[in-house]
């Protein structure tokens, strides 16, 4: 019997679109808390990394009661480099919600969500959020949505979508934008979600099929499977077979099965199709793989995601100043913490190299390398992380490299020089747009080594009021030498502390990332030289002692402050022969080869 009280929606947009808010909107609305409960703003981003930098990484489910129905919200991340979970996500469920900013339309994670949740034949809802802000165009934002929808093939009955229009942050909706009275909450669009999202489809009595979409740690109930109920009834206590990615089968028992309610996850008895479920007791199940019925199996297809597109060195930290900050610094517990990723971000694939220290890291995107990078640190870990490189395929017998798909929302004012940037870059313009409001969006095909190192430049030549985002789009022939980085390094020649006197008279060599009293070794990158070649320096020069008397502090007054770089700023900076050491206090940048000869024959090599 069909559980037909149930829905199962995914909220899917571009970064920064409103759908943690919007979701919020819907938590409170909802009566999921109290009126005077104490909550915090976005709550369903968790993670201290998502609260900082105000974008979603990891994706998370919740459920809302209305009425007599119960509603499962997945909250999605918007980021490209995350499209793992992305894909994983919209295996869970029957429908989505594509919220899209009335100003900025549909950007090229629209576009990504869009083509996944198609293939998967999801109705959608398109609800056009943030109708509140000055430049809002919802009519060109329609147009540009339905034209979205014919590029990607979508049939005469997925193009037939309704359309809300949204201000999240007050939770409001209307369905007519002509009519200033039809504003109400957000009731409308949970209506609108019964009526669009088909209930779950699966059989109660048929045989058990549960899909993993995530595996969670939990220090008291061991590895906790997430996943759907695709059909059959599930319960507490039940023998459960394990089916794995390559074929091979297991049993286990459910020694705990819990729902969701809130932001709460409740024990429960039992759990039928279209349940998004928590089971304890299944160690050993992969990312993507299914649980069944012991006895008559019947495993789902593994979901699969798109290949990486680039990968990172990870290795130990054989550094001067090894040891000192880290909990977690060997070889084996680098090692463990990274496969452990892998099993639980199918976005992630982790490589052994000739090297007992080296581990080769394979992800998505810069962003997704920082933000695991950034965890590590935070949990104690000491590593050194070396530059992205970008995959290469040979087809054919040609070398063939990921290009990607960028879009760039700049002032007028500012084209010609992102134009010829990325001009340099190999990139080459497909589309551009102009809105008529000062500011033009243009489409560019760049290879993705083209990226690295980019965004930081972009932001300085638009002076921060440019939108710059990518996709990955396909294998194309390898483009050519791309210029990375076309300034040398200061690099410190010696062990010690940086002492102001040095640096001040070191000046006219460049920009440097040191202040005084901060430790340095042979080997470590302290600056940026003004010129391409690296020059090698002694920061921890003192100066002489005379009968002269001066105030110490009138060298540190004509002292500029040192250049702080972020962690995605350094992945960005480091060429290939350097290395990004990471502690859980600092991060420092160092060549690969601390010993100047070593350098040298590198370099001759």
Known sequence: MQQTNLRDIAIVAHVDHGKTTLVDAMLWQSGTF?????????????????????ITIMAKNTAVRYGEHKINIVDTPGHADFGGEVERTLRMVDGIMLLVDAAEGPLPQTRFVVQKALELELPAIVVLNKIDRKDARPDE????????????????????????????????????????????????????ILETVPPPAGDPSATLQVLVTS???????????????????????????????DGSQ??????????????????????????????????????????SHP????????????????????????????????????????????????????????????????????????????????QMRREGYEFCVGMPQVITK?????????????????????????????????????????????????TFRVPSRGLIGYRSKFLTDTKGTGLLTHRFEDFGPWAGEIPHRTTGALVADRQGKATGYALLNLQDRGTFFVA??????????????????????NITKEKKLTNMRAAAGEELERLPPPRDLSLEEAIEFIRSDELIEITPKRFRLRKLYLDPHKRKKAQMA
């Open 141 to 192: 934002t329609l147009d540009a949505i339905y034209d979205l929808f014919i590029d990607l093939g979508a049939d005469a009955e997925q193009i037939e979508f309704p359309v809300l229009y949204t201000i999240a942050t007050e939770g409001r909706c209307t369905t007519n934008l002509d009519d200033d009275d039809a504003w109400t909450d957000l009731h409308p669009l949970l209506d609108q």
């Open 34 to 54: 109290r009126d005077n409960e104490d909550v915090q703003e976005r709550v369903m981003d968790s993670m201290d990394l998502e609260r900082e930098k105000g």
């Open 215 to 245: 595996v969670q740690r939990d220090n008291y109930l061991g590895p906790v499977a997430v996943g759907r109920v695709e059909q059959g009834t599930l319960s507490n206590r039940q023998r459960v077979s394990l089916c794995h990615r």
């Open 295 to 374: 006895e008559t199996p019947a495993p789902l297809d593994p979901v699969h995601v798109d290949e990486p597109t680039l990968s990172m060195a990870f290795r130990v930290n054989n550094g001067p100043l090894s040891g000192r900050e880290g909990d977690y610094v060997t070889s084996r517990q680098l090692r463990d913490r990274l496969f452990d990723e892998a099993r639980n971000n199918l976005a992630i694939r982790v490589e052994d190299t000739d090297a007992a220290d080296t581990l080769l890291v394979y992800g998505r995107g810069e962003l997704q390398m920082a933000i695991l990078i950034e």
């Open 516 to 537: 005084p009293g901060d430790a340095v070794y042979e080997g470590m990158i302290v600056g940026e030289n003004n010129r391409p070649q690296d020059l090698d320096v």
């Open 250 to 291: 297991e049993t286990a028992e459910v020694t705990a099965l819990f729902t969701y309610e809130g932001l709460q996850r409740v024990e429960a008895d039992t759990a039928g199709p279209g349940d998004i479920v928590a089971v304890a007791g299944v160690e050993g199940i992969g990312l993507g793989e299914s649980l």
């Open 394 to 442: 040979t087809i054919d017998g040609q070398q063939m490299e990921p290009y990607e798909i960028a879009e760039v929302d700049i002032p007028e004012t500012h084209m010609g020089v992102v134009m010829e940037r990325l001009g340099e870059r190999k990139g080459t313009m497909q589309h551009m747009v102009n809105n008529g409001t000062g500011r033009v969006r243009l």
